[in-house]
Nanobody, 128 residues
Framework: QVRVVESGGGLVQAGDSLRLSCTASGPNFSTYAMGWFRQAPGKEREFVSAISWSAGNTYYADSVKGRFSIWRDNAKNTVFLQMNNLKPEDTAVYYC?????????????????????WGQGTQVTVSS
């Protein structure tokens, strides 16, 4: 069983920045594709960003491209999401997901959510 824990959410104003962190347990973290998703009130969960096991490939939803950055520190079993120039429409609960199937393609993150280990979520609220 893999435990996924997010942190770093909060209440900010439009234009501010936040950095989310996510740690995933297990000795094989460096083989996991990792992703961030979010769910706003009344809306379905949506893909935000993903990073390959090697960190060589990153992917972003169009709505966050140029504002959000994802990276990982495999030595610390941690993936980060830097969110800049936040907008009110970024308000949501942000979830981290670990695809523990070794060396899967992070570009497909979101296709098989039932295969992932999920964190409990962290609230991000952006006021206008």
């Amino acid at each position: 069983q893999v435990r996924v824990v997010e942190s770093g959410g909060g209440l900010v104003q439009a234009g501010d920045s936040l950095r989310l962190s996510c740690t995933a347990s297990g000795p094989n973290f460096s083989t996991y594709a990792m992703g961030w998703f979010r769910q706003a009130p009344g809306k379905e969960r949506e893909f935000v960003s993903a990073i390959s096991w090697s960190a060589g490939n990153t992917y972003y939803a169009d709505s966050v491209k140029g504002r959000f950055s994802i990276w990982r520190d495999n030595a610390k079993n941690t993936v980060f999401l830097q969110m800049n120039n936040l907008k009110p429409e970024d308000t949501a609960v942000y979830y981290c997901a670990a695809d523990t199937r070794p060396f899967t393609n992070a570009q497909n993150m979101g296709v098989s959510p039932e295969e992932y280990f999920w964190g409990q979520g962290t609230q991000v609220t952006v006021s206008s």
